[in-house]
């Protein structure tokens, strides 16, 4: 916690979630795929980056991307993904469950808290594709939810800052409310002054070099809007740091 403030770090990577540390964030969300948003990690990832980092982690459970209404199969497949997070040492999960309407899949998220317990639960951006977002709030404090993770209905949290704002307002005590989406450090200090959030979610990955010398350019391994084949996206301590030193000026 600096500035009253817990800064937790969406990443990727040991390396990644290294930086994260080494940058003062008290908390990671550990996924893989954040090109769809955030997937599922490994639970050799998992395992991995477990033992490099003390801070906390929270890990991903989203079996694809795209939506959040998930088929019967997709459903077991985050259960059995949410079990080995639990036996691989994560300190808690990050979840969104939708119904076909835009509602909060009540009964789904029910189970999976139940699953998850004690470990704490973070429903995370699926909140932003809702209908209503104070219905859906009501929805995850009856649940007793632990975080919100949103960006306020809109493409980033600065655009968001008003129904944070309001969300916080609330909420009050019944969860956490936390802002993420194109958080910086040029926009994080209005984002906190203006919401009153307690905790920060934002990621800051940057280009860097892949390790191959040798490189083909006619073959690749994605589709055609892809990532660069020879380039990976790493967090930077110093980056990390930025972030958080620019959250107590507004």
Same mark, same amino acid.
């Given at each position: 916690?600096?500035? =009253?403030?817990?800064?937790?770090?969406? +990443?990727?990577? &040991?390396?990644?979630? +290294?930086?994260?540390?080494?940058?003062?964030?008290?908390?990671?969300?550990?996924?893989?795929?954040?090109?769809?948003?955030?997937?599922?990690?490994?639970?050799?990832?998992?395992?991995?980056?477990?033992?490099? &980092?003390?801070?906390?982690?929270?890990?991903? &459970?989203?079996?694809? =991307?795209?939506?959040?209404?998930?088929?019967?199969?997709?459903?077991?497949?985050?259960?059995?993904?949410?079990?080995?997070?639990?036996?691989? =040492?994560?300190? =808690?999960?990050?979840?969104?469950?939708?119904?076909?309407?835009?509602? +909060?899949?009540?009964?789904?998220?029910?189970?999976?808290?139940?699953?998850?317990?004690?470990?704490?639960?973070?429903?995370?951006?699926?909140?932003?594709?809702?209908?209503?977002?104070?219905?859906?709030?009501?929805?995850?404090?009856?649940?007793?939810?632990?975080?919100?993770?949103?960006?306020?209905?809109?493409?980033?949290?600065?655009?968001? +800052?008003?129904?944070?704002?309001?969300? &916080?307002?609330?909420?009050?005590?019944?969860?956490?409310?936390?802002?993420?989406?194109?958080?910086?450090? /040029?926009?994080?200090?209005?984002?906190?002054?203006?919401?009153?959030?307690?905790?920060?979610?934002?990621?800051?990955?940057?280009?860097?070099?892949?390790?191959?010398?040798?490189?083909?350019?006619?073959?690749?391994?994605?589709?055609?809007? /892809?990532?660069?084949?020879?380039?990976?996206?790493?967090?930077?301590?110093?980056?990390?740091? /930025?972030?958080?030193?620019?959250?107590?000026?507004?």
């Amino acid at each position: 916690m600096t500035n =009253g403030l817990t800064f937790e770090v969406c +990443v990727d990577s &040991v390396e990644s979630a +290294v930086a994260a540390e080494r940058g003062g964030a008290g908390r990671i969300e550990l996924c893989s795929d954040l090109i769809e948003g955030g997937l599922t990690p490994s639970y050799g990832m998992l395992r991995t980056v477990r033992a490099a &980092v003390n801070i906390e982690l929270m890990a991903m &459970v989203r079996p694809r =991307g795209g939506d959040f209404c998930y088929s019967d199969a997709e459903f077991l497949v985050m259960q059995e993904d949410l079990a080995a997070a639990k036996d691989a =040492g994560a300190d =808690g999960v990050v979840f969104g469950l939708l119904s076909p309407d835009g509602a +909060v899949d009540t009964a789904r998220t029910k189970h999976l808290l139940e699953l998850a317990r004690p470990l704490p639960v973070t429903f995370h951006r699926a909140f932003d594709m809702t209908r209503d977002p104070f219905a859906a709030l009501e929805q995850l404090a009856a649940l007793r939810v632990d975080r919100l993770l949103t960006s306020g209905q809109e493409p980033t949290a600065l655009e968001g +800052v008003d129904l944070i704002a309001e969300l &916080v307002r609330r909420a009050g005590r019944r969860l956490i409310v936390m802002p993420g989406g194109g958080i910086t450090d /040029r926009n994080v200090g209005r984002i906190v002054s203006t919401t009153g959030v307690t905790e920060v979610h934002f990621g800051c990955a940057v280009p860097a070099e892949g390790r191959m010398v040798f490189r083909n350019p006619r073959v690749y391994m994605g589709g055609a809007l /892809r990532p660069p084949e020879y380039t990976l996206e790493v967090a930077r301590a110093d980056d990390v740091a /930025r972030v958080i030193a620019a959250a107590a000026r507004p």
